[in-house]
């Protein structure tokens, strides 16, 4: 079974260039792994890992990154955020898998973490409800024309998600994964 909507909602949005983004942990078109599952929501084997991620071919003129994971096929009316890394400074062009754990120890200088829709800042795994179906988890880099978003860690990844639109997104790699359960 496969969950009830067939749409991206990234292609609401106004277009931009694509680049590139690969995981040594995940594959693009593939099954999300144990590590990537949640253990918050009682995935067996799930660990709320977050894969690494690395990314080349962005826009010129980029001055930060956003990376975001987010599931459009949640039973609810507007998905799942499953984690927000923003301010990400240009000079870094990958995260290490566990770069999302909730201390933040991994993340590079200045980036910061959203709470996901889970309710906490960090890496939320993938999580379906049982018999919903195959959800995508779409991990996307953007490339932004600003140093910084002017969001705290009270901000939702929704509103973080209208301060990129209104900064302007230069470009987005994309990567997904599936689960279900």
């Known amino acids: 079974m496969t969950a ?15 680049f590139y983004v690969a995981s040594t942990d995940i ?6 792994p144990p590590p990537q599952l949640s253990k918050a929501f009682g995935v067996d084997g799930g660990e709320d890992i977050s894969p690494s991620l ?3 071919g962005f826009p010129e003129g980029t001055k930060s990154f956003v990376v975001t994971c987010y599931d459009p096929d949640a039973p609810t009316v507007s998905g799942f955020w499953h984690w927000t890394v923003y301010n990400i400074p ?9 770069a999302g754990n ?38 996307c880099v953007s490339a932004l ?29 994309f990567l997904t994964a599936h689960f279900g359960r």
């Open 4 to 18: 009830p909507f067939n749409y991206n909602t990234y292609d609401s949005l106004p277009k931009a260039p694509l």
């Open 27 to 32: 594959e693009d078109g593939g099954t999300m």
């Open 54 to 56: 690395s990314w080349s």
């Open 90 to 98: 240009a000079s870094i062009t990958s995260l290490a898998t566990g």
């Open 102 to 139: 909730p201390d933040g120890l991994l993340l590079p200088a200045g980036a910061k973490m959203l709470k996901s829709d889970a309710g906490f800042a960090g890496f939320c795994g993938a999580a379906p409800p049982p018999g919903h179906g195959k959800h995508r988890y779409i991990f």
């Open 145 to 173: 024309p600003v140093e910084t978003l002017p969001i705290n860690a009270e901000t939702t990844p929704a509103v973080c998600q209208f301060n990129m639109f209104g900064a302007g997104v230069l470009g987005r790699a």
